[in-house]
């Protein structure tokens, strides 16, 4: 079975200092694709970031950028510059790489950026 | 792009009363959308499988003659609550499989059943 764990159930974090959340993933698959969302109050689900297995370059979005380690199944993800507006629950998700499959979520950290 | 919408974003209802859910694709084509839920300060749970033109896979546990989907069109998806219960009431998220792996969310529904 595959799971997603995140070890941190909260977080915070001083505006515009650097935070890293952690993800570790149990899979038996070699083609995969990792992602962190991010649900803000509004309880939105928010698209923050996503890497395919196959890639060995670190995804990177704006002050978004992730730290993968296929090996130890290690998917961190790193917020720097926090700004208020990053406040929200992060969850870490896997999907296998095989299309129409489904999400398996990671329980999520929820992250607070004091001002 | 890729936005997803969901209808009605809250709804109350009265213990018996049915409560149908649209899930829409706004600028993409979804055969595959998915149904969530969420209990406060969870993750999100998987429900179903919403395929188009054909029926909806069910996780284990989940009552598919209580949680009634209907994926019709490449756009559109519906949940239908049948008979609710209070114990039904919850946050209800659907997603859209876009080309390739990435899912996109709707702004999910806030049930709440007396």
């Known amino acids: 079975a595959q799971t997603v764990t995140q070890s941190q159930p909260e977080m915070s974090v001083q505006e515009a200092e650097t935070v890293t959340l952690s993800c570790t993933y149990d899979?038996?698959?070699?083609?995969?694709?990792l992602f962190w969302y991010k649900q803000p109050p509004s309880r939105q689900m928010i698209l923050v970031i996503r890497q395919e297995a196959y890639k060995q370059q670190n995804a990177t979005e704006n002050r978004f950028s992730v730290n993968f380690q296929k090996a130890a199944k290690s998917f961190s993800l790193k917020i720097s510059d926090s700004q208020l507006g990053d406040t929200a629950m992060y969850f870490c998700?896997?999907?296998?790489?095989?299309?129409?499959?489904?999400?398996?979520f990671g329980p999520g950290t929820r992250l607070s950026v004091l001002p | 792009g890729a936005v997803v919408s969901q209808h009605p974003s809250r709804v109350i209802c009265k213990s018996g009363t049915s409560v149908k859910i649209e899930c829409r694709s706004l600028d993409f084509q979804a055969t595959t959308m998915f149904w969530y839920r969420q209990f406060p300060k969870q993750s999100l749970m998987l429900m179903a499988t919403?395929?188009?033109?054909?029926?909806?896979?069910?996780e284990q546990g989940v009552e598919k003659d209580k949680f009634l989907i209907n994926h019709a069109s490449l756009t559109l998806s519906t949940l239908t609550v049948t008979s609710a219960h209070p114990e039904d009431s919850s946050f209800y998220i659907c997603?859209?499989?876009?080309?390739?792996?990435?899912?996109?969310f709707g702004p999910g529904t806030r049930l709440l059943v007396l």
């Open positions: 997603s859209a499989l876009s080309s390739g792996e990435t899912q996109y």
């Open positions: 899979t038996s698959e070699n083609n995969y694709y």
């Open positions: 919403s395929n188009e033109g054909s029926k909806a896979t069910y």
């Open positions: 998700a896997f999907i296998p790489g095989n299309y129409g499959q489904n999400f398996v």
